[in-house]
């Protein structure tokens, strides 16, 4: 489990986000949506124990992978995933062979990471914060940019993640409102700042909807066309 509580989280003297309290269990996937500058990044950084005022966390029991994340060095595959291994103080062995498992990389184990397709490469800096085997699992946008294929893959991946033999926490910062609905357990909708629903999916999404300005409910009748 990981928790915050917090009255104010700011950004140099910007108040960004305000009266904060969560806890988020272990085995739980959150979607934590929201518009553009509503504070969805701050509060995931707030998580990770990034920001002034905030819980240190231990970087062996929490992995944050940031919004845009990626290696442009000529690093293979595997070496990418051992990086996850550094605040264990070792670089190899049997947690990184589970990790591109997991994230189904082992056939691209050898591949450089910056010759794969950008969903590969966004698996395997996943493999790289999965590798540390932490119990907390906070990923900034980790589907942005990806085709539609791509981005379920990543959305099954961490939900298996969050439901597997050892559950773990999983915070997603994601704008993709149906991906929220089909994978996550739980959304989180923030809006200047404030937390405005805090419910499954299905619940908040009305709320989530309304925080992008969009309009929510069925559809009117299409009007058709009269005949040639």
């Known amino acids: 489990m990981i928790a915050l509580r917090a009255p104010a989280l700011r950004l140099g003297r910007r108040l960004v986000v305000r009266d904060i309290a969560l806890e988020i269990a272990d085995g739980q996937f959150v979607a934590l949506c929201g518009p553009n500058g509503a504070g969805k990044s701050t509060l995931l950084r707030a998580l990770a124990g990034l920001l002034p005022g905030t819980p240190e966390r231990d970087p062996r029991r929490v992995a944050y992978v940031p919004q845009g994340a990626h290696c442009t060095w000529g690093l293979t595959v595997e070496e990418v995933a051992a990086l996850g291994r550094i605040p264990h103080g070792d670089s190899a062995g049997a947690p990184v062979v589970r990790a591109l498992e997991a994230c189904g990389l082992i056939g691209l184990r050898n591949a450089r990471v910056d010759r794969i397709s950008g969903g590969q490469a966004r698996r395997a800096m996943l493999a790289r914060a999965f590798a540390t085997e932490p119990e907390v699992f906070l990923l900034d946008e980790p589907t942005a940019d990806l085709d539609p294929g791509a981005a379920h893959e990543i959305m099954t991946l ?28 739980r959304m989180l909708v923030l809006r200047e700042g404030r937390v405005m629903a805090d419910a499954p999916p299905l619940e908040a999404l009305p709320t989530a909807a309304a925080a992008f300005g969009l309009p929510f409910g069925s559809d009117p009748a299409p009007r058709l066309l009269p005949p040639a």
Do not use: F, Q, W
Request: hydrophobic residues 50%.
């Open 158 to 185: 961490l939900r298996d993640i969050a439901h597997g033999t050892t559950p773990r926490s999983v915070v997603v910062v994601m704008h993709a409102l149906d991906l929220a609905l089909r994978y996550a357990d």
